[in-house]
């Protein structure tokens, strides 16, 4: 794979010692053990003390035999990491030989193998012995930490497929803080490599070092290109945040098409891991504040007569909706709104296209929102619909969720069923109606109930309009809000998106990588999925397989989304927990 000569080398002095001692069999007088050292340069005493020196002075060093940065966090390279050529051409071989399974979930997508504790291969073991006892000891003395002899590694493969597309292989923004990981390191055993091809281990910078700051990933600020037998290892911190890139590929055109190619020579493969110590005090995970949410906006009934497909306004569908929905926690609804106002929506997103601005932090999200004040009549028209009062007891009426103070309690559920559906509607847009959970004037004020409350008890909803294009996804993280809630999703502009591309919505079990349920972008389609605490959701990545279809039409940068999210009332909240 890598273009180096391979042969059966002999034994090569210092590399292999007898386990044999006077007297033992003579079947085990023959066994061997391979051994390999790390580099002998990096082990000379004066330079081992300029690298301690500049890791506690945070201090930056270039030698010819190891790289020491302490920006964006500390971070050493050492090229040339096993002496023997012989040794890593074997170990590449044995590496090469065992099974992968591909891994995926929010934050990445590759080959890995197993658990490389306890492999019995000669190259894999003697790796294993030079990592966690020789480097470890020189590595406690640098960085003066206690590392413990705890083995954590494994081997990662990213290569080329037998089409002329390439696997999507990513690794996010992440920081790799679990408890007693102390720090962190890869071993690159790459054929000839440059930026261009990808792979690369980006570290970013983060918002400030003080407590007073949220220590959140900002901008990539450095790339660690691989390199054959080059050991690159970090500090393990609230601030190291990093990412593998994916692998770029060779682009031809043709026309209007465009192909990816890899060489077949080309296979990143990779063995990492963590050396582990007693944990380290951190600040508390940074709580992001919640996107603002609000009341429904007062509006007449009529405007969902004049957005919103008539068969889905018919109490019969409404019912069987509800009883779908109550199945299931979830309902997609196709050719949601009236093809003529899907068209002008679609045509306003193409051509009138708002402001946007990208949301982040990178550990958690990346995509691009649209500026409401920016947007064209249609789209401000569209987002009202979502947030109306008649909308919402649109949704009340398909999920049984108390969504309105005229949606149907437990003890009332017969209501649309009996015929009540549009005379709910029309005494919805009446602003002279009292609830027993607040009282609106016409502008849509809540006041307050008998009891003074406000505003916990009121259905509230956030929302806004996404663009999704090619690196763009969600991410599962710590500080995750986990409450009781319906999502609504309302694609736009997914011709011809494919799955495999990303881009789709998964939900799953807190603490479980199995999905739950998965949305595929679909054009003029809506929706509905009600969660729990224990239910987390993210958006895959969207890897470089989307640029297919923008090849074909340029037009097709990506999709879009009215993602809106709706909360009972409290009392309903306490009632369903």
Known sequence: MSGRRRRAAPPLSGEFSSS?????????????????EFSAAVREPALKERVADAWACKKALNHEAVMLDPVPFHHCVIPNFIQSEDFLEGLQKELLSLDFQEKSNDLYK????????????????????????????????????????????????????????????????????????????????????????????????????????????????????????????????????????????????????????????????????????SPVAREPRHIEPLLPRVPHIPCDHKILYDWINPVYLEMDSQAQI???????????????????????????????????????????????????????????????????????????????????????????????????????MRRASSRNETGSRGQMDKSGTIYENEDGQRGSNVPLCSGELQHWTKGCYTLIHDAQTLEFALDLLLFCGCEDWDMDYGGFTSYIAKGEDEELLTISPENNCLALVYRDQETLKFVKYINHHSLERTALHPERTGFWDFYFVYYECSEEEDHHS
């Open 322 to 424: 509800q009883e779908e929905f109550e199945d299931r926690s979830e309902i997609l609804l196709k050719d949601f709104l009236k093809r003529d106002k899907f068209h002008l929506v679609c045509e306003a997103l193409k051509n009138d296209g708002p402001r946007l601005s990208s949301r982040g932090p990178p550990n958690k999200r990346f995509y691009k929102k649209a500026e409401e004040e920016s947007l064209p009549t249609i789209l401000k028209e569209c987002m009202e619909l979502l947030g109306s009062e008649a909308f919402f007891l649109l949704l009340s009426n398909f999920t049984g969720l108390k969504l309105h103070f005229l949606a149907p309690t437990e003890g009332e559920e017969g209501m649309a069923a009996k015929g009540n559906s549009s005379k709910q």
């Open 20 to 36: 044999a001692q006077p007297g033992v069999a003579a079947k085990k007088r023959g066994k061997r053990e391979l051994r390999v």
């Open 110 to 277: 590759f080959k890995q193998s197993s658990d490389l504790k306890k492999r019995k291969e000669p190259h894999i073991v003697a790796l294993r012995k030079v990592l966690f006892e020789e480097f470890r000891v020189w590595l406690s003395s640098v960085t003066q930490a206690d590392l413990e002899p705890t083995i954590d590694l494994s081997c990662a493969k990213y290569d080329y497929t037998a089409t002329l597309l390439a696997t999507a292989d990513v690794l996010l923004c992440h920081d790799d803080e679990l408890e007693g990981r102390r720090i962190a390191f890869i071993l690159y055993l790459v054929p000839p490599w440059d930026k261009a091809d990808g792979g690369t281990l980006d570290l970013f910078s983060t918002d400030g070092r003080s407590p007073r700051y949220h220590f959140q990933p900002q901008l990539i600020i450095k790339s660690l290109v691989p390199s054959w037998n080059t050991l690159t290892f970090f500090e393990v911190s609230p601030v190291s945040f990093h990412q593998a890139r994916r692998l770029l590929f060779l682009m031809l055109r043709r026309g209007a098409m465009v192909a990816e190619v890899i060489s077949k020579g080309k296979c990143r493969l990779s063995v990492s891991g963590w050396f582990h110590g």
